[in-house]
């Protein structure tokens, strides 16, 4: 275990460093780009969380997505609050949201789950028109970039790329802690048997209620900082699309898995554009081979599928090691 | 005073009687044997005192306390450790984690204190894990620590259920079956081993067995169902002598 320790750490180490000199080195653009690849990877871990960890289906985060996202934009647009402090207030909000939509949920398995809260990713939209003296209906609100603080010579692509990862590192770290510890195998051990999981005393339902509002307030956050970097929010942005592409990204990257979460992000950011280029005239189709070649050759998500070549190259040097390092982690859900 | 008393329990499915106005006693520190054929109610009896069946009738105390309106998930931290028959084990997660999860009950860190992994969070996963280290050694389980609960053979789950079973600390063990997919010298190890979890753990121990020869060995005392009712109770050597018991399992051999 202490073996793999140490080149994690190394790596970690040089990733955060690259990700703290692309701003440097890449035009606005690509820089916007990155910085909504860290936003989907937030709101990945959160859908992870639920789906991978816990075993509930969300077909609807991008609901939570756009609550969060609003409730930034409204703060901002109406009360001048700054950005920063809109970030907490949309998380804490979809916490409670979620956790309140997580409570009749409880009753909905599989299927059904995701039915109930496709329909939420249904319904959004449209509650977010009807309520056009606060949303700005479907012309949404426009919002202004914010520009770095104490002077910094950055510029507000620069600055915002800095703001999304700082806070993805933050909610990153917070993840793992908690998906690592107690509550992490009581909310894995639900997923694999909930009667046992009730039989060594964890209380099934609170902690799934507990883990969908947790989960809720990731996606939250995550469309708070949307709002701030794309600095525009409009309904439609929040279709239900949103919601399949976070659930492609997390079966993609690896559903029980939270470097899965960046690995998801960075498919649903690049891969379509990608698709683009090939093809014009069918896009989706391109993409499609994508997504099925991917599935094929990765069951297990790409963080899995890392995982695989990683033991398979650490085994043949250390053959006692990797019999214990089969992915445990990598399973999806039954 | 009794450790766990039952009184009249029954359970009904549809028309089915499952368990028709149970009642016995154990007493601390006692090894209560619980014989009978099969579909004669033993795993329904254990799955209603952890509260995951609802008794129609009759009442449960344990250490002289109503158990029978607590919540399933009450149970465990109550002093009520179980094992399952059929295996209910958490697959994807490795032995040792199926074990920690084990100790959930007597461990107290909450969401947030979890995520931001607070100092006292640290060292109480610390001793959860020292303890099922220190359980997975008493089992013969530390080779396969790491090793996901899938994918191990039966007998090595069976005991990884009782080690996490032993992490909740419990007063009561109920056992379903610990014998299962063992040969026949592994059973008179096993039958040292639950005398030695009694002796040094100071448990109570409530065991499902159809090896006769392990539960006449190892209890104190030996209730046997049938069809649901209890038919007889009493010492090993009582129990055997017993006419009704021994029509019982004839009647289930000739079937
Ligand atoms: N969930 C259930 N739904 C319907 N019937 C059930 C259920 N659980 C148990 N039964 C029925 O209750 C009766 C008692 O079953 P139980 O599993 O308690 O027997 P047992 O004594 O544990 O048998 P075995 O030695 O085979 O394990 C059987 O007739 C069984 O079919
Ligand atoms: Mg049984």
Redesign the interface.
């Given at each position: 275990?202490s073996g793999s320790r140490l080149p994690r750490l190394v790596g970690l180490l040089s990733l955060l460093l690259a990700a703290c000199a692309l701003p440097f080195v890449l035009s606005n653009f690509r820089l916007f780009q990155f910085s909504q690849v860290y936003i989907y990877a937030i709101a990945i871990l959160g859908l992870n969380m639920l789906t991978g960890y816990n075993g509930q289906f969300s077909l609807g985060h991008g609901a939570f997505y756009a609550i969060g996202a609003y409730v930034s934009a409204i703060m901002m647009d109406r009360w001048n609050i700054a950005y920063g402090w809109t970030l907490p207030v949309a998380g804490v909000l979809c916490l409670v949201v979620g956790f309140l939509f997580g409570l009749p949920a409880l009753r909905l398995e599989g299927l059904y789950l995701a039915l109930a809260t496709f329909s939420l990713a249904l319904a959004v939209p449209q509650i977010l028109k009807y309520f056009e003296h606060w949303t700005g209906g479907s012309q949404g609100i426009v919002l202004s970039k914010p520009n770095a603080p104490f002077g910094l010579k950055l510029n507000p692509d620069q600055w915002l790329y800095f703001v999304t990862f700082a806070v993805l590192v933050l909610l990153f770290w917070?993840?793992a802690?908690?998906l690592k510890?107690?509550?992490?195998?009581?909310i894995?051990?639900i997923?694999?048997?909930h009667?046992?999981?009730?039989?060594?005393?964890?209380?099934?339902a609170l902690y799934k209620s507990?883990v969908f509002g947790?989960s809720a307030a990731y996606t939250g956050v995550a469309g708070a900082l949307s709002a701030s970097v794309i600095a525009y929010v409009a309904p439609d942005s929040f279709n239900v699309f949103l919601s399949v592409t976070l659930l492609i990204g997390s079966v993609i990257g690896g559903l029980?898995s939270i470097s899965g979460a960046v690995f998801g992000a960075l498919f649903i950011q690049f891969v379509p554009n990608w698709a683009q280029d090939i093809s014009k005239a069918a896009p989706w189709a391109i993409f499609g081979v994508f997504l099925i070649g991917f599935m094929y050759l990765m069951p297990f998500g790409i963080a899995g599928g890392i995982r695989l070549l990683w033991i398979r190259a650490t085994r043949s040097r250390v053959p006692q090691e990797g019999?214990?390092?089969?992915p445990?982690?990598a399973?999806t859900t039954t | 005073m009794p450790i766990l008393s039952v009184h009249g329990v029954t359970v009904r499915f549809g028309g089915i009687i499952a368990l028709d106005g149970v009642s016995f006693d154990i007493e601390p520190r006692q090894i209560v044997g619980l014989i009978g054929p099969n579909g004669a109610g033993k795993t329904t009896l254990f799955n209603c005192l952890?509260r995951?069946y609802i008794a129609a009738a009759g009442t449960v105390s344990f250490e002289g306390a109503p158990l029978l309106t607590q919540?399933?998930?009450?149970?465990?931290?109550l002093g009520i450790g179980?094992t399952?028959q059929n295996l209910?084990?958490?697959?994807?997660?490795?032995v040792l984690?199926n074990v920690?999860?084990?100790a959930?009950?007597r461990?107290s860190?909450?969401?947030l204190s979890?995520?931001?992994?607070l100092g006292w969070?640290a060292r109480?996963?610390a001793a959860?894990r020292a303890h099922a280290e220190e359980l997975l050694d008493f089992l013969d389980l530390g080779l396969v620590?790491?090793?996901?609960a899938a994918g191990l053979p039966f007998a090595t789950l069976k005991r990884v259920e009782l080690a996490?079973a032993l992490a909740?600390r419990p007063k009561l063990l109920l056992l379903d079956e610990p014998a299962g997919g063992l040969n026949h010298e592994e059973v008179g190890t096993l039958g040292a081993l639950i005398q030695r979890i009694r002796t040094e753990r100071g448990l109570t121990i409530l065991l499902v067995e159809h090896h006769m020869s392990l539960v006449m060995q190892v209890s104190d005392k030996v209730v046997v169902l049938d069809f649901g009712r209890k038919i007889a109770e009493g010492t090993p050597a009582e129990v055997r002598r017993n006419p009704e018991v021994i029509k019982a399992y004839l009647g289930s051999e000739a079937a």
């Open positions: 275990m917070l993840g802690n908690l510890g107690r509550i992490g195998r009581a894995v051990a997923r694999d048997n009667i046992a999981a009730e039989a060594m005393g964890i209380n099934t507990l947790v029980a019999r214990s390092a089969v445990t982690q399973h | 952890s995951l919540p399933a998930h009450r149970i465990a931290g179980r399952f209910a084990l958490f697959p994807t997660q490795t984690q920690m999860v084990g959930h009950c461990t860190s909450d969401f979890n995520a931001l992994k969070v109480e996963e959860c620590a790491h090793h996901p996490r909740s």
